[in-house]
């Protein structure tokens, strides 16, 4: 029975061959569209990643403010300043919570040999790789070890690394920091920057190795991993508990900052959601347009096989059978041209590969740039709209066809 209607629609599509071709080109350049579409969407998505990689979704950031409301007589603009006894509050107060670090944050010159350079020194606890999705390029990240003994080590970031050593080693090399000596560990992988920032132009040390070149007393920070609590109780109770140990309001916002990067993935992907539906929405109205001309061929098929009808009807068709006759050749010539559009789109994406994006503003961001991904979620969901397509746009001339009454049909010229 299916070979039979597929045999049938093959054969009908040569009475005008042309016009059948055009409309299968049509197909194809509508779902190719749509193809590419949404793999655009994967690509920007997979972009947005990128840039944010070292961004965690659990990774909560504490960083010290002035008040800006009067509360427990203390009056507003008084500078919060953050210290261990803050870091033992949070792990009483958030106990669920296992990855915690201290913060230093300063920006000195740095020598190597005769080279020196401004960069960002910044002391972390060895748990900041884990929370901080830091990844190394060569040698190895600060430990409990270090950190334990004070031990003066650091890991270049890439700028850092080729403003003080250009093309040469530095693994295993001294550098200075306010005149005490460093040897270099590590060398971090490329981060994602915009402008001016210094993702990359940074030196990481122990903290409590940092107290020799800087009082450590006060925090410039802490970091922390939410782990699988909810984000949103995490900063209420971080609030509560600063609130109530530095004596300001829990809804002064201004006295600690408090960077919650799961509230930024979850705004991203609402982005990502709309960007989509956007995209597909697009390419279902290009895919709708070849469909208007598959509807027009159909139903000049239709005419010209008028009296055809009208003598399958008198030897005994019934309407289903016409119907399901004209459905099947419309879906014949969507499915020809689906397949051509896939293969058209893989093949565009092929040949562009990337496009510039993030890394056009951006040093070390090429993962940020968009990759055209056509995988199988995108084919099944092109499938499912060029289905839909083609059997709206032959379902009329179908009903038409089964419509017509077979004494009117053999009589028409």
Do not use: C
Request: proline content about 2%; hydrophobic content about 45%.
């Amino acid at each position: 029975m299916v070979r039979d209607l597929l045999q049938e629609a093959y054969g009908a599509m040569g009475h005008d061959l042309r016009k059948t071709l055009l409309t299968m080109l049509g197909m194809a350049w509508g779902i190719a569209t749509v193809v590419l579409l949404l793999a655009y969407g994967n690509g920007f998505e997979n972009a947005l990643n990128g840039i944010f990689l070292g961004l965690t979704p659990r990774q909560i950031g504490i960083f010290p403010g002035r008040t800006s409301e009067q509360a427990g007589g203390s009056k507003a603009g008084m500078q919060v300043r953050l210290t261990q006894d803050d870091v033992e509050l949070i792990h009483n107060a958030l106990p669920l919570v296992r990855l915690i670090s201290r913060f230093s944050d300063m920006t000195t010159t740095v020598q190597a040999g005769s080279r020196s350079a401004s960069l960002r020194v910044q002391g972390f606890d060895p748990s900041m790789r884990i929370i901080g999705g830091y990844a190394m390029l060569a040698g190895r990240f600060m430990n409990d070890e270090d950190n334990a003994m004070r031990a003066h080590v650091a890991v270049l970031g890439t700028e850092s690394k080729e403003r003080l050593f250009s093309g040469m080693p530095a693994i295993g090399e001294e550098i200075r920091i306010k005149g005490v000596s460093f040897q270099v560990i590590g060398l971090g992988a490329g981060r994602a920057q915009a402008g001016n920032s210094d993702a990359n132009r940074v030196v990481l040390i122990p903290f409590d190795a940092g107290g020799a070149i800087r009082d450590n007393h006060y925090l410039d920070g802490i970091w922390l991993d939410t782990g699988p609590m909810e984000h949103g109780k995490v900063v209420q109770i971080l609030r509560n508990t600063l609130a109530a140990a530095h004596r300001f309001s829990p809804s002064d916002q201004r006295a600690v900052f408090i960077g919650d990067e799961q509230a930024g993935a979850e705004r991203f992907a609402v982005l990502i959601l709309g960007l989509r539906v956007l995209l597909g929405f697009i390419g279902a109205l290009t895919l709708g347009i070849g469909g208007v001309g598959l509807m027009n061929i159909m139903l000049v098929s239709v005419t010209q096989r008028t009296r055809e009808i009208g003598m399958e009807k008198a030897l005994g068709a019934r309407r289903r059978d016409i119907m399901i006759q004209f459905l099947a050749e419309a879906l014949v010539i969507t499915g020809a041209g689906g397949i051509v559009g896939i293969l058209l789109s893989y093949l565009v994406a092929f040949s562009v590969g990337s496009l510039t994006f993030y890394s056009a503003i951006a040093k070390y961001a090429s993962q940020g740039d968009i990759h055209l991904v056509v995988d199988t979620k995108t084919l099944l969901i092109a499938t499912t709209i060029l289905v839909v397509v083609g059997v709206a746009s032959g379902i009329v001339p179908a009903v038409r066809a089964a419509n017509l009454d077979p004494i009117e049909a053999l009589r028409y010229e």
